[in-house]
């Protein structure tokens, strides 16, 4: 966020709505100074483009930056003037209306070069057909011919605009440009034959002497030298270092052509050209009486194509009419120079006239059915000067009426938006120049038709005159004050010829000399026969600047408004400099702090819906990625989530309204920051995603390349093969044949190969474990004697490595194991499938056998238990009991009790079945009548029980194995038997001879 706020304050803020301190001229100025010095020549106020003349060539213009501005939001990139043109542009065709771009500013302030921009933008962005290409060729080169006939070198600017244009651009549905129309408003005519010092004429007359082709010159009589030339003189500086008249000149003959002048219209063109330059070289002398002559003139050759004669009578003489007949009058030298001047002015003023028309013709669109029209209006801008005139006079009056209209517009567009948005609105104090505009040009009372009067009235009425009608008339209003009227004070700032209008953009002080002449435009009956005027009483200049006025309002009150306030920032055009009084006071005049009051009543920002959750759906987890609802809802989340408090927005129907900048701020800076950290995720993803790619084509890459190298490799071994196969086939044959022969050069590579195939079979098919030795590979006849010493070897190593692997514990298992076997094996039916069976240290965890029974024989250390079934001697009755083995007697538990103890010492032996049942028979001495006898026990675990027994007892030798009937001993002197035989089901019952009979089932030998 700091690094947010730090360019923020670097380069200050795009927009100047949303200026905190909003009222405060300076905090205006500054924020316009940052952006200046780093080259942002853009600002905006809401929908206003304010541009600062850099002075220097900038590389924002490019076909790269119009793709970028083309059919993008208005506010997502930058202020620019492309930005400006494309949403004109898309509002047009969306919404089908009229639109039109006020550009104003004073004379340097870049007003003709936004002009261009917008032109060329248009070029790039319609669509492109033949015959749009035409029109879209005529309004770029018109704006060539234009400059070269209406523009001039003025002290503040080179190319400097002396008329007010406005162009239509004409659009057809599909947005493409088919016509258009230019108006011009004001040329400057007396530059024609009057220039100040350090200015020029207009530009065409010193691109035609400097850049004319030989022949031309030479056909229109003129030398290539400007300073043979009254009228290109006057201001001391014909060459000017930043104009290429010759280069101009190509241009402006190339745009003609284009424009599809005829070459006969060209030519009379610049003959009227020509001739308005020896027009200015006619010199006057006084005859004897004091009248002006012309004697031996060579100029008048050249002129207009007019006899001598006449012309020289319509120059030095002036045509009365008295009822029937016409009497001249012969002119002072005086008069003649003013005829003379006024002829020229009057000669040019009605060129530009024609040569506008001209344009208008080739720009109509032939087409009558409705187009769409994006008008440009490049208009003066306020003057001020050390001397202000009739024509400062003009331009100013032009800029309040603008002014009026943009603060109308303006006001009204906001409340039509609140009224739409419904939201409430709150009425905006600003300043009315509606008492300025009237005290110009009120009717009867206002200045222009007191100008009128004083040039239409009998009698001798001068300037002062003028002055003191003006006194007379409004000496009252409180923005009109003049020498006589002033206190003391102001007196002192105020020559006696002055008037003083206090303008919405500050005082200007208008010298009133020259105002009737000017006004009046007079050109003498007989000079406007020359130029084959009739002669009607015309209206004053001034009243026709208002009538025009009048009608360029009525066109703009038509149309959607979008203004470009240009501004220059200092005076010797030098970049990187910033004059705050200059800028202070162009601000003031183009009134554009009244326009950000306006734009900043209520709320400083707002957005469609749509576009503002584009924006900041990121800051929201509920509205990132996607929101599923409609765009209002998904605002409101939004805005939630981000804290936003009641008073500081409005929800309208399509728009959101957001009162104060510092709350944009900061959903912005916490916007900058999400952006980075999805930015980065993004940058992951995409990087992994390119480097996925690349490893991809590397893979397919690097399969071909295999593909290929194993194509080659296998043709090439193919071909080895194909070589080599029928002496190899042929060898192999003879070998297979003398196999069973003793080794010699026929058969030793085939034993050689039914080596290796032998050795390599057996090295995969080698025995697993022991168990498997008798799986040893077929050896063929020449291998039998080391197939068999390799089968010893082998097995010697599979037992090795068997034997290393043998824990102690599972040695002492496998011992019992081989004792059993020693035992058991091939002797009782069911011992193989206790070979599988791993013996345990016991059966009877001690907490399973009685306290009190391992009380008892605590003294001996209990080696092995396991449960058992013991048959009552008497009645062969089965009872649960534990054997448990101890280091000296093996004792018989029934619960809490031991049941019977046998010593070791008094075992005799140990009797089983060789059948598949579970019965032992442990034989006891039994001396003593009281003694218990034989026991007669079925255990599940018989094997291991017996195993153990023996080598507790050490007893190995007194197991036997019997076949049929065991005899057992009840007590000394009495004997019972307990037969077996196999049957369908195992079974234990007492038969009728008093026997235990056994019957077990037969097993299926492994």
Known sequence: MEASLTARDRVGIQDFVLLDNYTSESAFLDNLRKRSHENLIYTYIGTLLVSVNPYKELDIYSKKQ????????????????????????????????????????????????????ILQFYAVSCPSTKLLNNVRDRLLLSNPVLEAFGNAKTLKNDNSSRFGKYMDIQFDHQGGAVGGHILSYLLEKSRVVHQNHGERNFHIFYQLVEGGEEDLLRWLGLERNCQHYRYLVQGDCAKVSSINDKSDWKMVRKALSVIEFSESDIENLFAIIASVLHLGNVKFEADVRGYASLNNNQEMHWLLGIPTQVLQQGLTHRKIEAKTEEVLSPFSVDHAVYARDALAKAIYGRTFNWLVNKINESLANKDSSRKTVIGLLDIYGFEVFNVNSFEQFCINYCNEKLQQLFIQLTLKSEQEEYEMEGIEWEPVPYFNNKIICDLVEEKHRGIIA???????????????????????????????????????????????????????????????????????????????????????????????????????????MSKE???????????????????????????????????????????????????????????????????????????????????????????????????????????????????????????????????????????????????????????????????????????????????????????????????????????????????????????????????????????????????????????????????????????????????????????????DISIKVLQMI?????????????????????????????????????????????DYSSLKGMSVSNLSDNFLILHVTCDDIKQKGDLVLQCDYLFEALTKLCVIANKQNYIKVVQGSVRFDIQPGREGFVDFKSGQESMVYRAKNGHLMVESTRTKSR
Request: net charge positive.
């Open 66 to 117: 119009m793709d970028t501005y083309m059919g993008v939001n208005f506010f997502e990139l930058p202020p620019h003037i492309y930005a400006l043109a494309d949403n004109v542009f898309r509002t047009m065709q969306s919404e089908y209306n009229n639109h039109f771009i006020l550009i104003s500013g004073e004379s340097g302030a870049g007003k003709t070069e936004a002009s261009k921009k």
């Open 450 to 556: 007191l100008l009128d009067e004083e040039c239409l009235r009998p009698g001798e009425a001068t300037d002062l005159t003028l002055l003191e009608k003006m006194e007379e008339e409004i000496g009252g209003h409180p923005h009109f004050v003049t020498h006589k009227l002033a206190d003391k004070k102001t007196r002192k700032t105020l020559e006696r010829g002055d008037f003083r209008l206090l303008h919405y953009a500050g005082e200007v002080t208008y010298c009133v000399v020259g105002f009737l002449d000017k006004n009046n435009d007079l050109l003498y009956r007989n000079g406007k026969e020359v130029i084959s005027f009739n002669f009607y009483c015309k209206k004053q200049v001034v009243t026709q600047f208002k009538s025009s006025l009048v009608g360029l309002t009525e066109i703009l």
């Open 561 to 847: 408004p979008w203004y470009v306030r240009c501004i220059k920032p200092n005076e010797a055009k030098q970049p990187g400099r910033f004059d705050d009084v200059l800028v202070r006071h162009q601000v003031k005049y183009l009134g554009l702090m009244e326009h950000l009051r306006v734009r900043r009543a209520g709320f400083a920002y707002r957005r469609k819906y749509d576009i503002f959750l584009q924006r900041y759906k990121p800051l929201c987890p509920d509205t990132w990625p996607n929101w599923r609802g409609t765009a209002a809802e998904g605002v409101q989340r939004l805005i939630k989530h981000l804290g936003y408090k009641p008073d500081e927005y409005k929800m309208g129907r399509t728009k959101i309204f957001i009162r104060h900048p510092r709350t944009l701020f900061a959903t912005e800076d916490a916007f900058q920051i999400c952006k980075h950290r999805l930015a980065t995720r993004i940058q992951a993803k995409y990087k992994g995603y390119r480097v996925k790619g690349d490893y991809l084509k590397q893979r397919e890459a690097a399969t071909k390349i295999e593909n290929c190298w194993r194509g080659l490799m296998a043709r090439k071994e193919r071909e080895k093969r194909a070589w080599a196969s029928l002496i190899l086939f042929l060898r192999f044959i003879k070998g297979f044949m003398t196999r069973n022969q003793p080794s010699c050069n026929d058969n030793s590579e085939y034993l050689a190969y039914v080596r290796t195939n032998y050795l390599t079979r057996l090295r995969d098919n080698l025995p697993r474990t022991v168990l498997e030795k008798d799986a040893w590979l077929t050896a063929p006849p020449i291998l039998q004697e080391a197939s068999q010493l390799l089968k010893k070897i082998y097995i010697r190593h599979m037992v090795k490595k068997y034997v290393r692997g043998i824990t102690p514990h599972r040695k002492a298992q496998l011992l019992l194991k081989e004792q059993t076997s020693s035992m058991f094996k091939g002797k009782k039916e069911n011992y193989p499938f206790s070979v599988c069976r791993p013996f345990v240290d016991t059966r009877i965890g001690a907490e």
């Open 858 to 902: 605590r003294h001996e250390h209990i080696k092995y238990s396991v449960p058992v079934v013991k048959y009552d001697r008497n009645g062969f009755r089965p009872r649960l009991r534990q054997l448990i083995f101890t280091q000296e007697a093996a004792y018989l538990v029934e619960e809490t009790k031991i049941k019977q103890r046998i």
